[in-house]
């Protein structure tokens, strides 16, 4: 009998077939890569992005020259405009305003044959250096609300340059699906006093069925009610409400477990498509103790179609406690 | 500069970039029937699929035999079971239940070769009755809360089988989507004493910007902050909470309309993949004066990546008044 769960957060009911669960090898995603050719990306040829916003060097290399390690650019083709006051405006019974805010791309490695499951430790806990550090600068523009960090990985999973790269949004308002996993652990914090995601870890812990891995600082699982299948979460155990404010060996065994879990989804699903997306709290300091930072990595294995558009969600055909069981037992 | 629009339903806001604004033929998306071999739709294969659950016949023909020009079966993987009783129950911090509903496919034709676009006005007519009868007969049931129909066009767009059809998935719960849109219409009720989609209806035919097409019965507009690029609304002009509550007649002229519609889309994008959805009323005849029924046309033309997972929205490159325009103008 195929079961229907809620997601604990935003109460999102979706349906997962217990039965005939799908096996990694029954999802053939071929990875592809974007286009090649000339890759602005590449060192040496600094001149072809717009102006570097910060970059890790080692030694003395100039700005906006080679020697870099990782490099954050402005967005060519940005979302999202910098300059400029914010003007909301009605118009009947419509709202908008001009599109104030930031689009930059995190270069995170010279070599144009990385990608993200080739990084070592060291190169991957810069890049998480380098989103706190993007937060930290973009926190003191009080025109911004939230600052969107996310990564597609393969041409299905929407990367349009090959280069490996994530990418920065920060926008003026607070975009939908962060306001109802806002407002979904407010209101089970109202009620219980205590931190959904807290008590998620608690139970995860404790039933160990969907746990992959973990860490003295991090836990690694397929959340109860996932949106597409091998779903993955990443969650510091500590509760946090701010990514930016991680201690250091947090930083350093995120980029540990993070590599672990993505080379071992790469194993059980022959190198799949994929994005991850940081969920953090909106800028500003406000008190958000109810919520939990953590990581959403989702493999491009299913088709948006009208179902997935009318319901919010994708019928998922393999059960959390199966896809962690095939992670949790991937030899990497 | 780019702009952003709140969707004056859900509140979701969306970027618009009003500049660079991409035209028809910057989206390349080939239509792709999905792979061919052995059809269990066609007439002569009614062994093949699931129990007829209803058909238009003419003449005298049997059930599951040929002789229909429309026939919905059940889905022979179906995503939830019709049998049993539902059981809620909790575990922790987590909800479930058992998944009872029903999943159907609509044969909208007996011709193999045919699409919705080459079906004639009645047989699309048909097809919408198909839905309004499935839906009355489901009604009956009083563990199912939502009938959700909608249609996948083209392999990208997900669907499976080349013969044309639509889905029903009939759910014991509502879903996510669907409350949003209700929850956000009876705020606007609660406040205006006013149908939120007939304020957008009286609004659009005054502005005429976003209007592709409209008769005496039906208005198709682009929304004011689209999901996607192209997306299309067919409304009544009418205020009617309940698609099985059409009169005759728009029935007739919902079939002509959409069918023009359609056929300005493919004009326009050359035959893209697409999805719709009608959007309506839950079952049990609530009282939801503040819902107004519609379908939503999205063609497929742009992929879910990290930035649509973490924010529920696309970056929109063509502004809906643009969009409109270039389907407006088609010649069909």
């Given at each position: 009998?195929?079961?229907?769960?809620?997601?604990?957060?935003?109460?999102?009911?979706?349906?997962?077939?217990?039965?005939?669960?799908?096996?990694?090898?029954?999802?053939?995603?071929?990875?592809?890569?974007?286009?090649?050719?000339?890759?602005?990306?590449?060192?040496?040829?600094?001149?072809?992005?717009?102006?570097?916003?910060?970059?890790?060097?080692?030694?003395?290399?100039?700005?906006?020259?080679?020697?870099?390690?990782?490099?954050?650019?402005?967005?060519?083709?940005?979302?999202?405009?910098v300059e400029g006051d914010i003007n909301?405006?009605?118009?009947?019974?419509?709202?908008?305003?001009?599109?104030?805010?930031?689009?930059?791309?995190?270069?995170?490695?010279?070599?144009?044959?990385?990608?993200?499951?080739?990084?070592?430790?060291?190169?991957?806990?810069?890049?998480?250096?380098?989103?706190?550090?993007?937060?930290?600068?973009?926190?003191?523009?009080?025109?911004?609300?939230?600052?969107?960090?996310?990564?597609?990985?393969?041409?299905?999973?929407?990367?349009?340059?090959?280069?490996?790269?994530?990418?920065?949004?920060?926008?003026?308002?607070?975009?939908?699906?962060?306001?109802?996993?806002?407002?979904?652990?407010?209101?089970?914090?109202?009620?219980?006093?205590?931190?959904?995601?807290?008590?998620?870890?608690?139970?995860?812990?404790?039933?160990?069925?969907?746990?992959?891995?973990?860490?003295?600082?991090?836990?690694?699982?397929?959340?109860?009610?996932?949106?597409?299948?091998?779903?993955?979460?990443?969650?510091?155990?500590?509760?946090?409400?701010?990514?930016?404010?991680?201690?250091?060996?947090?930083?350093?065994?995120?980029?540990?477990?993070?590599?672990?879990?993505?080379?071992?989804?790469?194993?059980?699903?022959?190198?799949?498509?994929?994005?991850?997306?940081?969920?953090?709290s909106p800028l500003g300091n406000g008190?958000?103790?109810?919520?939990?930072?953590?990581?959403?990595?989702?493999?491009?294995?299913?088709?948006?179609?009208?179902?997935?558009?009318?319901?919010?969600?994708?019928?998922?055909?393999?059960?959390?406690?199966?896809?962690?069981?095939?992670?949790?037992?991937?030899?990497?």
């Open positions: 009998m195929p079961e229907l769960r809620k997601d604990p957060i935003i109460g999102r009911w979706v349906i997962i077939s217990t039965e005939r669960g799908k096996r990694p090898a029954d999802f053939i995603v071929q990875y592809t890569p974007p286009k090649g050719g000339f890759c602005p990306f590449c060192p040496g040829n600094e001149d072809k992005t717009p102006i570097e916003i910060m970059a890790y060097r080692s030694g003395k290399s100039l700005p906006n020259t080679p020697g870099w390690s990782l490099r954050v650019v402005a967005n060519k083709y940005p979302a999202l405009r909301r405006e009605g118009d009947g019974v419509y709202d908008k305003m001009n599109g104030i805010g930031a689009h930059e791309i995190i270069i995170e490695s010279p070599d144009h044959n990385d990608t993200i499951a080739t990084l070592s430790e060291k190169q991957f806990e810069d890049v998480l250096w380098a989103y706190r550090d993007r937060i930290i600068d973009l926190k003191k523009d009080i025109r911004l609300r939230y600052v969107l960090i996310f990564k597609n990985h393969g041409e299905t999973a929407g990367a349009t340059l090959e280069h490996t790269h994530s990418q920065l949004i920060a926008l003026p308002i607070i975009p939908k699906r962060v306001t109802e996993e806002l407002d979904g652990s407010l209101e089970y914090y109202n009620y219980k006093e205590r931190c959904i995601f807290c008590d998620i870890i608690r139970q995860d812990i404790m039933q160990g069925i969907r746990i992959i891995t973990e860490d003295q600082d991090f836990i690694a699982i397929t959340p109860y009610a996932p949106k597409s299948p091998f779903e993955i979460w990443l969650l510091p155990k500590k509760h946090e409400s701010y990514f930016e404010n991680a201690q250091k060996h947090q930083y350093e065994n995120l980029a540990k477990i993070f590599l672990d879990v993505l080379k071992r989804m790469n194993k059980v699903l022959n190198n799949p498509p994929y994005n991850f997306i940081l969920h953090t008190d958000t103790r109810h919520y939990h930072w953590h990581f959403e990595i989702m493999p491009t294995l299913v088709k948006t179609a009208g179902f997935e558009w009318g319901s919010g969600f994708y019928i998922n055909p393999t059960p959390p406690e199966e896809a962690a069981k095939f992670l949790r037992e991937a030899k990497v």
